[in-house]
């Protein structure tokens, strides 16, 4: 081998790891892990999760590809969520994205994880953010308009039934804004000469129970707070309301879908897209801190027409005219 051959191949040797390690290096780079915790049952949030996915594709982030996601459900047991979050806060994952009863004992879980929550309370009253432009620490998401929402589905049954004397209230107790959203929801009833009657409600058990009294209460129409636990028995609310022959409004448009009368409420996919759109931001490198928290402004009234009927009512047409959607 001459000198020129010898410098040659030396030169080759010192390029190729030059070539070879950035490659490796990327090979190598783990990939990022959501944390997903909900209160609910992934069967009663496939719209949602598909939503939140969704938007996580707007951010450039899809699943198995360059982001993986680990999924924690609660099935509607309140009291699972701390340990849930310990375990995700334990597996360090990148973000936690959390539903509405999960966000504090996911906050108290960790002070440093970015969370993007998605809910239906103020964030404010319950001391989770400083402000909604400017939430600092480790929290931001997206605000639901629901238990802003509540007095108008009151007025939404006033209107409907111009005789009601009384309504009742179905809340679960387990959330953290029940005892704020229950006496709002009493003071609103009084102001449109409604009484009310609050029924408590967080276990299978508990639903038939409460809607058994409803009778003996002599309620002539039911609201249902807003609650994830209630969010995924949207079929079964809707069954037992049609079995009690009780006139009864939610949140969400599955309620109406699945027979309920009526549904007022923001819209939970749209919710979920813009959780998904912050929690590929933050993984881009965006401070949760520095995220304003979004409010889902997307409303929608829906009236399943069929049901009505079926109760024996007939729903005024300045009402139908407002439907977004009227169920035949």
Do not use: C
Not at 102 to 113: E, G
Not at 224 to 229: A, E, K, L, M, V
Not at 290 to 300: A, F, G, H, I, R
Request: hydrophobic share 45%; no cysteine; glycine share 8%.
């Amino acid at each position: 081998m001459n000198r020129r051959e010898f410098i040659s191949l030396l030169g080759g040797a010192a390029a190729a790891p030059s070539l070879a390690w950035p490659r490796a290096a990327r090979a190598q780079q783990p990939m990022p892990v959501i944390g997903f915790l909900n209160s609910a049952s992934p069967e009663a949030y496939a719209r949602p999760l598909a939503a939140f996915r969704q938007g996580l594709g707007t951010a450039g982030y899809v699943e198995g590809r360059n982001v993986a996601i680990e999924y924690r459900w609660a099935d509607g047991h309140y009291d699972r969520l701390a340990a849930m979050a310990a375990e995700l806060v334990e597996r360090r994952v990148a973000v936690i994205a959390a539903n509405g009863p999960a966000v504090p004992p996911t906050k108290a879980a960790t002070a440093t994880i970015p969370i993007v929550f998605t809910a239906g309370f103020d964030p404010i009253e319950l001391g989770l953010i400083a402000s909604l432009n400017r939430p600092g620490g480790n929290l931001t998401g997206v605000s639901i308009l629901n238990a802003e929402l509540g007095p108008k589905r009151l007025e939404l049954l006033r209107e409907l039934l111009p005789a009601a004397t009384t309504v009742a209230l179905l809340i679960n107790p387990n959330n953290p804004s029940a005892e704020t959203v229950s006496r709002e929801l009493q003071a609103v009833a009084r102001t449109i000469g409604l009484e009310t009657r609050v029924l408590h409600a967080s276990t299978e058990a508990e639903l038939d129970a409460a809607f058994a009294s409803l009778a003996q209460l002599r309620a002539s129409a039911l609201a249902i707070g807003n609650d994830p636990f209630f969010n995924s028995r949207s079929a079964r609310l809707a069954e037992l309301a049609s079995r009690h022959t009780m006139p009864a409004i939610y949140q969400y448009r599955e309620f109406a879908a699945a027979g309920g009368l009526m549904s007022y409420g923001g819209s939970l996919t749209d919710s979920y897209r813009q959780a998904g759109i912050y929690t590929g931001r933050i993984l881009a490198g965006a401070k949760p801190g520095d995220l304003p928290v979004q409010q889902s402004t997307k409303v929608e009234l829906i009236i399943n027409l069929k049901t009505a009927k079926a109760l024996g009512l007939t729903v005024p047409l300045p009402l139908l005219g407002r439907a977004d959607e009227v169920i035949e």
